[in-house]
């Protein structure tokens, strides 16, 4: 049972939000009105279901010291105390406390792992498939660095995904995703095993993390050669090197300038990723009952061309699916890995 005097509480403090934004305020105090507002909105709609259905409830069992409405009340009585239970489990999913990075832009990073050209072509497919999810989701979908091989493959994507809920579904896709297909380049007709590695970022802005003009380093580098991608042959390509971490940043798909925004964008996703996962460590008890670990070295799905399927090994989900999965209809198994995650953390808090 959720106590009604905090769902009193929350629901004041939504009141008290919108009266402000429609009060005047600086374009800063907006801004973050605007963000609390909108991670209560969806938690005051569960209280005011919630609220709705107790009322329900207490006036049905009003109607049984009536004899005309007796019958009518006994026949809804089940429904109406069978809905509470389910009520007070979405209302204790929605007052979980929220991911503070939910709600932004995702950076999605796509490398081959073992495997050679069969890996860098399945790191193409699942670019194709995060882009297909993405448009179907409404979200813009920006490339920042392709770099692919002769073959049609890639050797490393870097995009920008930006819309309602980027990151918080999408942080569930980092790791090793490997495949198991028969090669067009493989004559015998043989299963090969390969990988891919896939990180998913939340996008840092700068006033989250400051990076000192003494620790990087630029770079201009001309963009050609295999897998030259959508540039021109000047010297517009830029390296950016963290020389206290001594992470290295790349960017060649637009002007010079541009790419030096991008790199630097990509850089400080990194690096406010670096922080969130030293975070994280110090909860690494708490982290045992999340899904997965967010780790890039941990192999968590496995896509079988021959069978069809896919298989997420962090939950024991198994689709049958393959075909529409890799044509971007990822909804059903990320909701899967939502809903276990949920589970989890409401396990945590109530045990």
Known sequence: MVPLDKLAQITQRFEFLEARLN???TPAEIAALSREYSELRPVVAEIAAYRQSLDDLAEAEGWLADPEMKGLAEEELPRLRARIPEMEQALRVALLPKDADDARPAILEI????GGEEAALFAGDLLRMYQKYAEAQGW???????AETDLGGIKEAVARIEGEGVFARLKYESGVHRVQRVPETEAG???HTSAATVAVLPEAAAI?????AADIRIDTMRASGAGGQHVN????????THLPT???VTSSMKSQHQNREIAMNVLRARLYEAERERLAGERAADRRAQVGSGDRSERIRTYNFPQGRMTDHRINLTLYALGQIMNGDLAEVIDALIAHDQAAKLAEMEG
């Open 111 to 114: 490398r081959p792992g073992t």
């Open 233 to 240: 042959t000047t010297d517009s390509a830029v390296r950016i």
């Open 189 to 191: 007709g043989r299963i």
């Open 208 to 212: 989250d993390i400051d990076i000192p």
């Open 246 to 248: 001594g992470i290295v």
């Open 140 to 146: 813009r979908f920006e490339l920042m660095e392709l």
């Open 23 to 25: 009060a005047p305020a």
